[in-house]
């Protein structure tokens, strides 16, 4: 269980870290303290096994790079910042577990196992976040809207979809 | 379920902040989230088609002894990334030995085995419903459902052993066992004499009459011990049920019921048994192992109950009991139970009761003080009373105060000579 635990802190310190440097590279110092404060928060809710702090920080993290965007921070940062912050709040929720169920069977290839998918996850997120990043395309607004309103109805679809399969 | 539903809201709010700004960006935050969304979707679980045996070291136990519990579970379908199967363990029975839960991932046709060791009071405890969530390694996705898997545990009552009883009831049945039966024959105790008959062993010539009279001779005779048929009665009445802190006199009676019937079956006796108290829950007489087995079964589901018809004894059903047979009650007594076991002792029977002493009982859970040593001090009085009204009608009564050893107990009260006797002496 030492693995997801060092990978957790591990996440936690750099989502605070980048969204604070990105903010601090903004000269946004207030932002900056704010997501220093904030990991400091996270890691005291891991430390007490709090699960509802992992999901007040990661909406936080989410909800601060929209606003980081909002104000000329660097995207890198913020999308890095959002990347690991869902790996933390991953891990949070599988640590809790793991330790709430004790009697696993074969608990290291377990965690193995979600660890290596959580990676790969985390990785194609980032790697696809920077490509969308870095492409720029020029559409017209009405081809936006169009994407946007297509996106928002499939995404709804699968939500509903998801939903149901899950019940 | 929530996780799933937070991080869709997060998804969609991030795109729509995205369009809402023309950021393009903003949309882009949302791809680490969307990734992790669809990878949990297409790793998502099929409904599982486990197949689960439940196997009980055994299934019916005394009373604190480990049982060990195993579930076997066959993974029909495809393979399972996570599964997690929880026994509903009954209330009642304690863990002391590994968990009723078991995560772990499980191969198409694979194979897994969760072990767990439960004791318990007695009773009996029926497992029924193994719960089973399966979900892939990101968690987002599951089935929950549960299984029937039907497991039955019956806990013995704890049994207060004696290690013999003697009981001189006035009818005995045919064959031989333990008990004096009041009718001369082949046995070991002197019973008489009367005058030698053709065939009469020499060896049992009484010489010491024979020489008194000139032409006859006397033989010995010996009391013949047979077996005899007993009933127990099992006061269950909720009214004279006394409960301290968690501990029940009901669950005394229990034991001492339960030594009573294996030692009278031990010695070969025909025993029924009848609880009296929520209704009439009899066991009918029966010899051996085998009645042992359903009066055990009858007392692990003994309860007291309370019924306005049997408040009283005075619907006991007497003729469950065969005539002038050894009658045992357990029970802690009230006031109107006199009258019943004086009929039933003017009727012939043998009665024998093991009154666990409710007073004493009652007694721990008070501080001490005048006032509570005043109200004990006549409560004993009136009991002592009540029993002595019992001894004088030929009744055997134990006073059982529950600290004691039972089988002490019983022996210094059927040792000792009848109350009564010393009662009578004092008076003249």
Redesign the interface.
């Known amino acids: 269980m030492k693995l997801p635990t060092r990978i957790l802190t591990f996440s936690t310190i750099i989502a605070a870290g980048t969204m604070a440097a990105g903010y601090g590279f903004n000269n946004q110092l207030l932002g900056a303290l704010l997501f220093v404060a904030l990991g400091l928060l996270w890691l005291v809710g891991q430390r007490y096994r709090q699960p509802s702090v992992a999901?007040l920080s990661?909406?936080c993290f989410?909800v601060g790079?929209?606003l980081g965007?909002?104000y000329g921070v660097k995207?890198g940062w913020?999308?890095g910042g959002?990347?690991a912050a869902?790996l933390a709040w991953?891990l949070s929720?599988?640590v809790a577990?793991v330790q709430d169920?004790?009697?696993?069977?074969?608990a290291r290839?377990?965690e193995r196992?979600?660890l290596q998918?959580?990676g790969?996850?985390?990785g194609?997120?980032?790697l696809?976040?920077v490509l969308?990043?870095t492409v720029k395309l020029t559409l017209r607004f009405s081809v936006?809207i169009v994407l946007?309103l297509a996106?928002?109805f499939g995404?709804?679809r699968?939500?509903h979809y998801?939903?149901q399969?899950?019940d | 379920m929530r996780r799933l539903l937070f991080l869709s809201v997060l998804v969609y709010g991030t795109i729509i902040a995205g369009l809402a700004t023309l950021r393009g960006s903003v949309v882009a935050f949302a791809i680490p989230l969307a990734i992790y969304l669809l990878a949990a979707f297409i790793y998502s679980p099929e409904k599982p088609r486990l197949v689960v045996t439940r196997t009980l070291s055994a299934t019916t136990v005394n009373h604190d002894t480990p049982v060990v519990v195993t579930l076997t579970v066959t993974n029909q379908g495809g393979r399972l990334e996570e599964v997690l199967i929880e026994d509903d363990v009954p209330a009642g029975l304690t863990i002391t030995d590994g968990e009723p839960w078991l995560q772990t991932a499980l191969p198409a046709n694979g194979v897994i085995e969760c072990r767990y060791t439960v004791q318990g009071k007695r009773g009996n405890y029926a497992f029924r419903y193994l719960h089973v969530t399966v979900n892939e390694h990101l968690g987002l996705f599951q089935h929950r459902g549960w299984l029937e898997v039907p497991g039955n545990l019956m806990v013995f009552p704890e049994s207060l052993r004696l290690k013999h009883l003697d009981i001189r009831p006035l009818r005995t049945r045919g064959y031989a066992g333990p008990i004096p039966s009041r009718l001369a024959g082949s046995g070991t105790d002197f019973f008489g004499v009367r005058e030698y008959q053709l065939g009469d062993p020499l060896r049992w010539i009484n010489w010491r009459a024979s020489a008194r009279h000139q032409h006859a001779l006397f033989t010995n005779e010996f009391e013949m011990e047979r077996i005899a048929d007993v009933g127990l009665i099992l006061d269950a009445r909720q009214h004279n049920n006394v409960f301290v802190d968690q501990n029940s006199l009901f669950e005394y009676a229990i034991g001492a019921t339960a030594g009573l019937a294996e030692t009278f079956l031990d010695d070969g006796n025909r025993v029924g048994m009848l609880v009296y108290g929520r209704g009439l829950e009899m066991t009918y007489p029966g010899y051996g192992k085998v009645q042992r087995e359903r009066i055990m079964h009858a007392l692990a589901h003994a309860r007291t109950g309370d019924s306005l018809v049997f408040e009283s004894l005075d619907y006991l059903p007497v003729r469950f009991f065969p005539a002038k047979s050894q009658i045992v009650l357990v029970s802690p007594l009230r006031e109107d139970d006199v009258p019943v076991l004086t009929r039933l002792r003017a009727r012939g029977y043998q009665v024998l009761v093991v009154s666990p002493d409710p007073v004493t009982f009652e007694a721990q859970q008070y501080k001490q003080d005048t006032a509570i040593e005043f109200a004990m001090r006549i409560t004993r009085i009136e009991r002592e009373l009540m029993l002595r009204r019992l001894r004088r009608v030929g009744i055997q009564v134990v006073d059982w105060k529950v600290d004691q050893p039972f089988d002490k107990v019983m022996r210094a009260s059927l040792v000792r000579p009848s109350p009564q006797i010393r009662i009578v002496r004092i008076e003249r």
């Open positions: 999901a990661m909406l989410v790079a929209v965007a909002w995207s913020l999308l959002v990347t869902l991953d929720h599988f577990h169920t004790q009697n696993i069977e074969n290839a377990l196992a979600h998918r959580l790969i996850v985390g194609l997120g980032l696809l976040g969308a990043l936006v946007g996106a928002v995404l709804s699968l939500i998801l939903r399969e899950s």
